[in-house]
């Protein structure tokens, strides 16, 4: 056992509220507000994206931004303009787009009519109905080069230029300058209060313009005497004029500047904006973006992967912060569902292990290797003076029944921290190793430790006694350890669970239906029932003895558990390498009661604020809960920290678009109803829709009417092909969801009529049934002809046939003894003769048997005997004798001769 130094060499630093610029109030910083930037949150708390030329952006200096009312956002860069989904940039340049004259685009506007504005290095630029127009000088306006712009409620549009003010109005200009009794005629910026003044920010100063009369603020008004690159009027009407010297609010007639002395990074003020929860922001030139919340500034720039030079700033219609800057392209801040403390925020190390919250309220973080952090009352306490700890990493934290901090670490032993004091508990002292994963304090006082390699141990009244697989303990890895309600300790080992009870083990593995024997986490629920997370294996639950497992086939989102929590609300939040996931803990036995068919998980990741979705585990905790209900994370980047009672959903329905069709591989238009010539039926539809919270989570289903059934399930693709689509009327329809779940059912839909070829129109189809028809009457009535001919020729063959032949009826004489006929005029004749004469048949002659036998007797049998005696030598003997079947008829045999 190793004493260590007291408090004096083991110094707890208190990192100061002043130091971490108030930001670190960690009862607030889970709170977040609706659907905006949460102002109680550290800036470097928010997500930040970035895009830049190579994601589309068609240049990086971005310098103006609009969202229009159809949720659409668009730039201007120094290099063309862009429109923007969340997912892909459109581009209009001079090169793509007729009508725009020049591509540096320095001010954006949408008018009530709902055509865009632009004003440009080249002149004054009006987008109406798809098509590009330019307005310069020639036209009447003040100067090619606008650089902001403004609409009054008289919907006159009023446009800053680099020489003069121009008012456009009825299709005309009117223009001001100081021959009309302005200061300047430089005019950087515009703005109109809520009594139709207008405000001027020019290089020499600040001019309002009200009723026909210029007013030019001057120092001796209270005004910073400097140009004004940026003005803002806020909903309380109050004046905000960015300068080169600082920030100056004018309110009920007083001014007040703010500059690097009241904590802004700079005095030169590009850009303001106050957004919906009261924050304001400041653009600067060099230093970055800052939030003034009352008197107090934070500020955000490079080192935080933003640029020094801000352009302009924007707040969307779902609260995210878009900033343009001068040369890292566009940037958008935007809220998560957790809030996350890191290195960034004081932390002492980003890699985060065991979490533990002791009686007194205050929560501990261990790190991988560089001590543990303390929460307490809103501070962030950082243990960088415990070398000991410090250098070997926090795996397993819990409290003794006297206030003492238990430190399980990685390599360095058992540390004891009390009252300032640390005392270390190594191999020497009776444990069995120095790496621990697991500590648990039980009701007896017992202090269970569970070693990586040296099994299970029990600490009691200073001693160490130890359990290993020589005691019946599954493996000697230990993991994590709990004790149960009814005093069992169970223990998670990398080759099965055990449970420990009297002196005895026993033991849970995959031959007793557990689904995996790498044990991470272990959890009993207020039923006693035991959940038991495992590494690849899924979600075991151990009930009436018998384990039901729920793995990814089931509805689970991955099939490795770290660590189990139980939030209030009785969901279950599970950790893993891929993220967090919640699930309810209802649905859970349900599914394994054959109440439901699946498990539904809500899964959390980056977009929901986790700077890096892998949580840790091979920790105890790996996660609490703590007693005012928010839920702490380990993650390789921060502690995770959320409050599942105040976790809002996006309401915001995202507007869908179909932004272009193509049939048969062309491009049309898209219009009210397409009416598409025929062809081979090959349909294409890209869509869109529009949520920036978290763009890439959009899905999307949709059906072609009157082709499809139902709908199809598109997940996040924004492409739908149809091939052989046959001709009618069909409506495409597409819906979507944002990142929450929450459906556009109205979606967007576009007609289409699809003509036929000429063979399948209904004319041609009746055409060619009355053609069927007559050919089959035609058809028929041949026919019949050709049977009327045939029947004459017939009839004709069957005459001449007749012609031929001669028929012997009557009585004919024939002599009884030598059968000679008499004929018609009484001579004798032979019989053939007489048939000869009289018909057309022809005789053979032949000797029947009884005739040859009489005539040439003796000859016959001689040749009768030579043939079967030939036959015998030729063909088989056991051939079985055929039948003749003209045996019976007279003068039929094989022996009759013919001649």
């Known amino acids: 056992m190793i004493n260590s130094q007291s408090c004096s060499t083991i110094e707890v630093k208190k990192i100061a509220w002043n130091i971490l610029v108030g930001l670190l109030l960690v009862q607030l910083a889970v709170t977040p507000s609706s659907f905006a930037l949460n102002p109680q949150k550290a800036i470097s708390q928010y997500m930040h994206s970035n895009w830049q030329t190579d994601d589309g952006l068609p240049q990086n200096a971005v310098q103006c931004i609009l969202q229009t009312r159809d949720g659409y956002l668009w730039f201007g860069t120094q290099e063309g303009l862009a429109k923007f989904d969340g997912i892909k940039f459109t581009v209009f340049d001079k090169a793509n787009v007729h009508g725009i004259d020049n591509n540096n685009f320095k001010s954006l506007l949408q008018t009530a009519d709902g055509s865009i504005w632009a004003g440009t290095q080249g002149g004054l630029v009006h987008l109406v109905h798809g098509t590009f127009i330019t307005y310069t000088k020639t036209n009447g306006l003040a100067n090619n080069s606008v650089n902001d712009l403004y609409e009054d409620a008289q919907q006159n549009l009023w446009i800053a230029t680099n020489n003069g003010l121009s008012v456009w109005k009825s299709g005309t200009f009117k223009n001001f300058t100081m021959k009309d009794g302005a200061a300047h005629n430089y005019i950087m910026s515009i703005k109109g209060g809520k009594d139709e003044t207008i405000y001027l920010g020019t290089t020499g100063g600040l001019i309002k313009y009200s009723h026909g009369i ?68 400041i653009g600067t030139a060099g230093g970055g973006i800052n939030r003034m919340r009352g008197t107090h500034f934070s500020s955000y720039s490079a080192k935080d992967g933003l640029d020094e030079y801000i352009y302009t700033v924007l707040e969307d219609k779902e609260g995210n912060l878009w900033i343009g800057t001068y040369s890292v392209g566009l940037h958008c801040l935007h809220d998560g569902k957790f809030t996350v403390f890191g290195e960034k925020e004081g932390l002492s190390q980003d890699n985060t292990r065991a979490i533990y919250e002791t009686r007194d309220g205050s929560v501990w973080v261990g790190t991988e290797s560089r001590g543990m952090t303390r929460f307490k009352n809103g501070l962030l306490i950082a243990h960088l003076s415990i070398p000991y700890i410090a250098n070997r990493g926090s795996r397993a934290i819990c409290e003794g029944p006297d206030g003492s901090l238990w ?7 058992l540390c004891r921290l009390k009252d300032g004091k640390l005392t270390v508990y190594t191999m020497e002292d009776g444990l069995p190793n120095y790496v621990i994963f697991g500590l648990s304090m039980a009701k007896d006082n017992t202090l269970w430790v569970g070693t990586y390699g040296g099994g299970l141990s029990a600490f009691k009244n200073g001693k160490f006694t130890t359990y290993t697989t020589n005691n019946g303990l599954t493996n000697n890895e230990v993991r994590n350890i709990l004790e149960a309600n009814d005093g069992s300790i169970w223990i998670c080992t990398n080759d099965g669970l055990n449970r420990f009870k009297n002196g005895k083990f026993t033991n849970y593995t995959i031959e007793n239906g557990l689904s995996y024997n790498i044990v991470y986490t272990i959890f009993e629920d207020e039923n006693k ?4 997370g495992t590494y690849g294996g899924g979600l075991n639950r151990l009930k009436d003895g018998r384990f039901t497992v729920f793995t990814t086939k089931d509805g689970m989102y991955d099939n490795t558990v770290f660590q189990i929590i139980e939030d209030k609300q009785k969901y279950f939040w599970l950790t893993c390498n891929r993220g967090i996931y919640r699930v309810n803990e209802k649905d859970l036995n349900d599914y394994a009661d054959g109440k439901i068919q699946t498990i539904h998980c809500t899964v959390f990741g980056r977009a929901d604020g986790l700077r890096n979705a892998k949580c840790n585990g091979s920790c105890q905790p790996a996660g609490i809960r703590t007693r005012d209900g928010k839920l702490w994370i380990p993650t390789m980047k921060g502690v995770a920290i959320v409050d599942p009672s105040k976790l809002e959903q996006n309401k915001i329905l ?18 009210s109803l397409i009416q598409v010539g025929p062809g081979q039926g090959e349909l294409e539809f890209h869509y869109t829709a529009l949520s920036y919270a978290a763009p890439q989570l959009i899905s999307f289903k949709y059906m072609l009417a009157g082709y499809d059934k139902d709908w199809i399930d598109a997940g996040t693709r924004r492409v739908a092909s149809y091939t052989h689509i046959p001709h009618g009327n069909y409506t495409f329809k597409v819906v979507a969801c944002n990142n929450d779940g929450v459906w556009n059912w109205n979606g967007a839909a576009l007609k289409l009529d699809i003509a036929a070829f000429f063979y399948q129109t209904n004319w041609f189809r009746g055409l060619m049934v009355i053609v069927a028809i007559l050919s089959g009457l035609g058809m028929h009535r041949l026919r019949v002809w050709r049977l009327i001919v045939r029947e004459k020729i017939l009839k004709v063959n069957v005459e001449e046939a007749m012609s031929k032949i001669k028929v012997l009826n009557g009585l004919i004489p024939i002599c009884a003894s030598c059968k000679k006929i008499r004929d018609d005029k009484g001579y004798w004749n032979q019989l053939e003769e007489y048939i000869n004469e009289h018909s057309e048949a022809t005789f053979s002659h032949g000797v029947c048997p009884a005739c040859a036998e009489k005539l040439y007797g003796g000859y016959l049998s001689k040749i009768k005997d030579k043939r079967g005696a030939i036959l015998s030598q030729h063909l088989p003997t056991d051939l079985p004798k055929k039948e003749n079947p003209n045996s019976n008829r007279r003068g039929a045999d094989s022996d009759n001769i013919q001649s």
């Not at 430190?407 to 032993?413: A, D, E, R, V, W």
């Not at 995202?654 to 898209?670: D, G, R, S, Y």
């Open 529 to 532: 029932v035991i959940w038991i």
């Open 654 to 671: 995202p507007p869908v678009f179909i932004e272009h069709a193509f049939v048969n591989n062309e491009e049309v238009a898209i219009d």
């Open 407 to 413: 430190i399980g670490t990685y390599g360095g032993g």
């Open 214 to 281: 210029f007013t030019n603020y001057r120092a001796t008004d209270g005004f910073a005497n400097s140009g004004a690159p940026s003005l803002y009027i806020d909903a309380d009407n109050v004046l905000w004029v960015g300068t080169v010297t600082g920030l100056c609010k004018f309110k009920n007639g007083k001014w007040n500047t703010f500059t690097t002395r009241d904590g802004l990074t700079r005095n030169w003020i590009t850009s303001i904006l106050k957004d919906r929860d009261g924050s304001l922001w």
